[in-house]
């Protein structure tokens, strides 16, 4: 059963930074695209960024410059948020999909990935 475990999160001052980590486990797989999508109050949820197998990274206008995805290890990725604004308030939660489907067109949508995690809170106060 694949699971994905989600790490960091929490409270910050405008400006400030914080680091999600996200781990998968539960099956092997040789290609993937894992990342993050996040959720406010009242609203869709959207696309932030996500990482390839190939190590390609995308990311939604909204967080470039700003946010920088990793990989950690072939497992785990991260994201490094760095001059976070109130508006980055959100759930955020981690994407998987493990069998390499989708292109550089459909890695912005949900529909593309099949694995979850439960979502982690990152508030960014004024």
């Known amino acids: 059963q694949v699971q994905l475990v989600e790490f960091g999160g929490g409270l910050v001052q405008a400006g400030g930074s914080l680091r999600l980590s996200c781990a998968v486990s539960?099956?092997?797989?040789?290609?993937?695209?894992m990342g993050w999508f996040r959720q406010a109050p009242g609203k869709e949820r959207e696309f932030v960024s996500v990482i390839t197998w190939t190590s390609s990274t995308y990311y939604a206008d909204s967080v470039k410059g700003r946010f920088t995805i990793s990989r950690d290890n072939w497992y785990t990725v991260s994201l490094q948020m760095n001059s976070l604004k109130p508006e980055d308030t959100a759930v955020y939660y981690c994407a998987a999909q493990l069998d390499g489907i989708g292109s550089s067109s459909t890695y912005y949508t949900r529909e593309t990935y099949d694995y979850w995690g439960q979502g982690t809170q990152v508030t960014v106060s004024s």
């Open positions: 539960g099956r092997a797989f040789s290609r993937y695209v």
